[in-house]
């Protein structure tokens, strides 16, 4: 019976609209994976000569053990912004002769092979063989292994329950975040030292292994915590899953006085708060306002001008960039009900122009305190905004005529390939390139600023002609939306 | 009110809809049957310029739909989910509505309250969004929604379908009302061969994208409809 559950799981997963529909992109997944396995596989296999030349003098192992608990605390927090709950793929088994108890057997053993649990084996197994063995023996270091990877499991568990308890008993999960919280504070105050902590607690399964029942009773006590808790609610209303949210959020009146493409900013407002997927393209764009500090922090990057000028486009345009590349797969459910609405296409995208041109002087106004860094940048920040405002949104109205897939709002962000394709990577080349190559021959010539002023210039023109360039737009628009349509109804 | 001339449109080399005439005056209701796969949802879609023709034209008021908007002033319509905004709760979706129409909130409160009745409490004051009802209020919602502006000509695909048995005769009587007081063209598609008859005076029968048969409503209609479908 378990198989069979294992192996309608690995079919759905197989059968996956998105897993099926592109293997180019399955491609760049797998590499990707092996990239960062590659990476995490070297660092295991060098990290005792890293740890001996970084902590000269210590003992590599009792260093490493120090780093552990926070790295586990560390591991915590981003499983709770990534890691997803296997619930949903039992609700068509619940009414079938199949017990409860191996249901929920299920489901929790399921969140096991994942990549947060494997991920540590890459490095922990290279530490094991180049460092641990040779001064502790196999034994020992079989046992100290098993110990790390019934932590890795203990997390797992943690978070399953903490996160299935946000939904009900918020205060559970807050306490949860705010534990842990406040031992790193006290670890930076210094009152408590984690690295020491971390310490004495890895170290002692070394010299005492037969600790490691310690966290393989934790780890067996969390998961009859988990176990119970879904045994008593494997009714699908009371799990996360299709809990119907309460409507949330008033009516921006401030709009209204905008007319109908007011109206328009307001429904996609809305669209934007009541999604998942949407908001979390929104806290991205905001961590990449903290993009600047990786470039001009560098004293050598604040030389030129090129690099500049596409850390300037990022900046302010990288929430247009985010959330316009899908357009306008974010309406593609109720596309038609547009379609046959009283919006005519130039409505329909100056509504998404006058959306976007706000949030890009925002970004530019946040990031204007990168200006300590030099004027330059500034001026360069400037001729960025204006470029983006110009000509960047038009290029993204553009080719979002190719985008006929629908996309599935309720799912996060993070992970979620769906609706990416190769044409958002060819369109992000025009975006950030374009600005550059604009640049190139002022630059080559000895004049760099002349080139920010083309930039800035070429902008301004978008600006000035905005009203025939959003017509031209919208007549592209028309001339694509059956095609849209039609995609939107097939996904 | 709508004219189709000469409309085709293949899907790889099959062809879906072939209507080489209809003329739909004003104030009349038609009722579109044939078993699924006939192609009626394809001839809406076209009429409502979702979709664009293989070949001929759909002229709503004598304009080529595809040429200009201007239908959808004087349009309703609702086939499908797609037509919602789901993420609205069901006031804001009728004020948004409402608002494209220039209609006031008392508009619109006013232009709901024959459809208290079909609502059965359970649409308006829900404080939930319109992607969480059940499939049948989902209909209501967008039928409401369309007939909201007034149209002169309503377009419903299957508005029957989803919904319980009061609610099947509330909404036919609530359409048979607004043919009679305000004269709405309507075009209407149904697998309910009785609600259809009732609500509509002349039935035309799809099969295989063709137009098989066009007759006005009597009393045999029904009888003549089930010897039809009788296979």
Request: glycine share 8%.
């Amino acid at each position: 019976m378990f198989l069979t559950l294992l192996a309608h799981q690995w079919r759905s997963d197989l059968r996956s609209s998105v897993f099926q529909k592109s293997l180019a992109l399955n491609i760049i997944l797998a590499l990707l994976i092996l990239y960062f396995g590659g990476i995490f596989l070297f660092i295991g296999f060098h990290l005792d000569k890293l740890l001996g030349e970084l902590y000269p003098g210590q003992n590599v192992v009792s260093v490493f053990n120090g780093m552990l608990l926070v790295y586990f605390l560390i591991d915590l927090f981003f499983r709770f912004l990534m890691q997803e709950l296997p619930v949903l793929a039992i609700q068509p088994y619940l009414h079938l002769p199949i017990s409860k108890n191996k249901l929920v057997h299920y489901v929790l053993v399921k969140s096991v092979p994942s990549f947060f649990n494997l991920l540590p084996l890459l490095f922990l197994v290279p530490f094991k063989v180049t460092a641990v063995i040779p001064a502790y023996g196999l034994g020992i270091a079989t046992g100290w292994l098993l110990a790390l990877m019934t932590v890795t499991l203990l997390n797992n568990f943690l978070l399953l329950y903490f996160k299935r308890q946000m939904s009900n008993k918020p205060l559970y999960t807050l306490a949860f975040g705010l534990v842990i919280v406040g031992l790193m504070l006290l670890d930076y105050l210094d009152v408590l030292q984690l690295q020491v902590v971390s310490q004495v607690v890895f170290g002692a399964i070394l010299s005492q292994p037969w600790l490691v029942i310690v966290p393989v009773l934790l780890l067996v006590g969390t998961y009859l915590l988990n176990f119970y808790f879904l045994k008593a609610h494997t009714y699908p209303e009371e799990l996360q899953v299709g809990k119907a949210k309460e409507a949330t959020g008033g009516d921006i009146t401030f709009l209204n006085r905008f007319g109908e493409i007011g109206k328009l900013i307001e429904l996609e407002l809305k669209l934007i708060w009541r999604h998942k997927r949407t908001k979390s393209v929104v806290t991205l764009s905001v961590m990449f306002l903290f993009y600047g500090f990786i470039f001009y922090g560098n004293g050598k990057y604040l030389d030129g001008f090129a690099m500049l000028i596409f850390v300037g486009i990022v900046l302010s345009g990288m929430t247009m960039f985010n959330y316009g590349q899908f357009l306008p797969g974010w309406q593609g459910g109720h596309f038609d009900g547009l379609l046959t609405q009283r919006i005519s296409p130039y409505q329909f995208l100056s509504a998404k122009y006058w959306m976007m041109v706000p949030v890009m002087v925002l970004a530019f106004i946040l990031t204007l305190p990168y200006g300590f860094f030099g004027y330059k940048i500034i001026l360069i920040n400037t001729a960025a905004l204006l470029y983006n405002i110009g000509v960047n949104v038009f290029v993204v109205f553009f080719f979002s005529v190719q985008n006929t897939q629908k996309l599935d709002l309720s799912k996060s962000a993070t992970f979620s390939w769906q609706g990416v394709g190769a044409s958002k990577f060819v369109m992000m080349l025009p975006l950030m390139v374009l600005p550059i190559l604009i640049y190139l021959p002022f630059g080559l010539l000895g004049v760099p600023y002349a080139g920010i002023a083309a930039i800035g210039g070429l902008g301004l023109l978008g600006i000035i002609f905005q009203k025939q360039l959003l017509q031209y737009s919208a007549n592209r628009f028309t001339a694509h939306k059956y095609k849209l349509a039609a995609g939107f109804r097939q996904s | 009110m709508v004219t189709i001339d000469n409309l085709q449109k293949i899907y790889n080399g099959t062809t879906v809809v072939n209507i080489p005439e209809l003329n739909i005056t004003a104030g009349e209701s038609v009722g579109v049957v044939g078993n699924n796969g006939a192609g009626k949802t394809t001839l809406f879609r076209m009429i409502l310029d979702l979709i664009r023709p293989s070949k001929g034209e759909v002229f709503s008021k004598g304009i080529n739909v595809i040429e200009s908007g201007d239908w959808k002033n004087y349009t309703g319509s609702y086939l499908d989910e797609g037509f919602l905004i789901d993420y609205l709760t069901t006031e804001e979706y009728f004020k948004f509505i409402g608002d494209l129409h220039g209609l006031s909130g008392g508009d619109v409160t006013e232009r709901l309250a024959p459809f208290m009745d079909l609502f059965n409490g359970e649409i308006m004051g829900q404080k939930k969004y319109i992607r969480d009802f059940s499939k049948g209020n989902q209909k209501k919602i967008g039928v409401a929604a369309a007939v909201l502006s007034n149209p002169e000509l309503l377009v419903l695909d299957e508005p029957f379908a989803n919904l319980d048995p009061s609610s099947q005769i509330r909404l036919k009587n609530l359409l048979k009302t607004l043919r009679e007081q305000k004269q709405m063209t309507m075009l209407i598609s149904s697998h309910d061969l009785s609600h259809v008859i009732d609500v509509c005076e002349r039935i035309v029968i799809l099969e295989k994208g063709q137009l098989v048969q066009d007759m006005q409503t009597n009393e045999n209609t029904l009888q003549e409809l089930e010897t039809y479908f009788t296979v």
